[in-house]
């Protein structure tokens, strides 16, 4: 009985030090509205930020983790994703690209997603870019599927940038974002479509 019962008092102050610990994901959320917009302005492009599930909680510990992924991963998109307004009015989209950051539990767990209606990752753009900066041979990049070809993106020193900025073709951010994400024992997928 003793047992039980400390085995029932120490769950209660577990989840009481759990909840605790627990925040919103609004704060960190929030900070990429500034950042958002300074990237699209000094890369000349028109955006419009959607933040869905702002109130899931996350450990304080992991919403402050996650920031640097993140902003690599807004970055990318706006810089690399979403086109500048005249390409888009070519397209027959509207001339402000939509960058979509959510938060939603899904199970234990909780699912971050960064989303835009930019043109796209190209898997044979990739491949080949993967090719040229020599982290991958022509023979074996010929044999890997569209999803394989997508996640070259991750290897340390890749970049489709044809020039290196302060933004972009530095060759540091996905590989890093990878290694940071799996540190906090989570996992990055990729969904792309492209136009």
Known sequence: DTINALEK???EI???LMETRMV???GIFNRYKRIGRDIAQQVGKEIT?????AETELDKKIIDSVGEPLTHMVRNAIDHGIEDGPTRERLGKPRAGRL??????SGNNICIEIADDGRGMDPQAIARAAVERRLIDANRAGQLSDDE???LIFLPGFSTAK???DLSGRGVGMDLVLTMISGLSGVVEIKSVLG
């Open 100 to 105: 979509v950051l959510s938060a939603r539990h």
């Open 163 to 165: 020039q290196v900025t």
């Open 49 to 53: 930020l959607e933040i869905v599930g």
């Open 14 to 16: 577990q989840r009481g």
């Open 24 to 26: 919103p994901i609004e």
């Open 9 to 11: 008092i120490s769950t």
């Open 149 to 151: 070809k997508l996640r």
